[in-house]
């Protein structure tokens, strides 16, 4: 696994693709994923941390967990089957694991939410990251 | 409180005020809530039962609450202030009861997703609410 962080969001409305890049925490390579509208919004929201009067649905999951008294401990890129990237959020209460399959785009939203840390497996990363500098 | 469903959802992608109505289940009242189109979309899936290739926002709420043994008990519309809508998730684990405050748009989608009634607070009701027929 290596740890990673958002290193770039290309939204343009006009577009049903946007684009989030994730980066090596501890290293020059990259890659992108592609999501959706709604779904680059609400990461931009919370890098502006544009606090919204009512809570938004990512915001509607972090008061559950908090409720729950349970935290987003990482968020996992976990594999990429036919153009689809899956993602692992691993949360913990109590003492006990617990892991969910997410979208990419809601577990980076949920990952900058509550400062959690991402991940990306290494076949992933492997398969599809790029240095910097290289053309993609 | 009253006991209502969701009678009808309007939806017009020129506008970024969509429409739901919420009808008492033992009666002729209903009232209309504004909501946005994302969540007017996200209603209408469920309603629609389309099944998604991967989980969206409102389904990975609904995993987290399972991954919990968690369940979404009630939704109740509990306020109306300055023009918005107020609502409260009712959610049990073990035993133990917890209150999430939540926009309505997002408690209907949770609520249809799990099948949890959905209840108005009587000062929300008696200030809203129409008989069926009459203007609005």
Redesign the interface.
């Known amino acids: 696994m290596v740890e990673v962080e958002l290193s770039r969001i290309v939204i343009d409305e006009t577009s049903d693709e946007q684009v989030i890049v994730l980066k090596e925490k501890n290293g020059r390579r990259s890659f992108p994923i592609v999501i959706g509208i709604?779904e680059a919004l609400?990461i931009n929201r919370v890098i502006s941390e544009r606090k919204m009067?009512?809570?938004?649905?990512?915001e509607?999951?972090v008061?559950?967990?908090h409720?729950?008294g349970?935290k987003l401990t990482r968020c996992l890129v976990s594999d990429l089957r036919n153009n689809?990237y899956?993602a692992i959020?691993t949360?913990q209460?109590d003492g006990k694991t617990?892991?969910?399959?997410?979208?990419p785009s809601?577990a980076v939203t949920l990952a900058l939410h509550e400062k959690a840390a991402i991940f990306v497996e290494d076949s992933v990363m492997d398969s599809v990251a790029r240095e910097e500098g290289e053309a993609l």
């Open positions: 709604f609400a009067p009512r809570p938004l649905t990512h509607l999951l008061s559950v967990l409720a729950f349970a689809t899956y959020l949360l209460r617990y892991e969910v399959d997410a979208r809601d």
